[in-house]
């Protein structure tokens, strides 16, 4: 995989990052290009979970539905869409750092074209996800360390 792979250190617990970015109604607080989350069936997710993330990508949102293959509490999660023109892979790692307190976030991503996508990959998609999950990244380690839960 890793088109994109960054990794940000955050002064929480594997735990606490864990429960916060595995949870779907978190997305929209800190990834910046999506506008909406509708998880498909129950909530928390589990192997074979699926979630509609749509994402603005310039002027246009695309839907793309996500599916869960892999979880491993707290160290990490992977994900992979399954529609659209444009389907991402996500392989999430936790790691603790020192006394446990403090712990590292990897995001490992790619994305594979469909048709149109083929074209959107290369040109759009990959270089803004670069750009964005830079940004990510510090909004989570801001809202994570800033927060009590």
């Known amino acids: 995989m890793s088109a994109i792979k960054e990794s940000v250190d955050i002064s929480r617990r594997p735990e606490d990052i864990y429960s916060y970015v595995t949870d779907p109604s978190h997305l929209m607080e800190w990834q910046e290009s999506v506008v909406s989350v509708r998880p498909l069936g129950e909530l928390p997710l589990s192997v074979g979970s699926r979630v509609v993330v749509t994402r603005r990508v310039g002027s246009r949102e695309f839907p793309m539905t996500m599916e869960v ?31 446990g307190e403090r712990s590292r976030l ?11 996508g ?18 990510d990244e510090q909004k989570l380690k801001e809202l994570l360390e800033s927060s009590v839960a």
């Open 118 to 135: 083929k074209l959107l990959v290369p040109l759009v998609v990959r270089p803004n996800a670069r750009k964005e999950i830079l940004r």
């Open 106 to 116: 990897t995001i490992d991503l790619d994305f594979e074209g469909h048709g149109m």
């Open 69 to 99: 293959t892999d979880i491993d509490p707290p160290r990490g999660w992977h994900m992979r869409g399954v529609d659209g023109p444009v389907r991402g892979e996500v392989q999430g790692t936790i790691e603790p750092l020192g006394d």
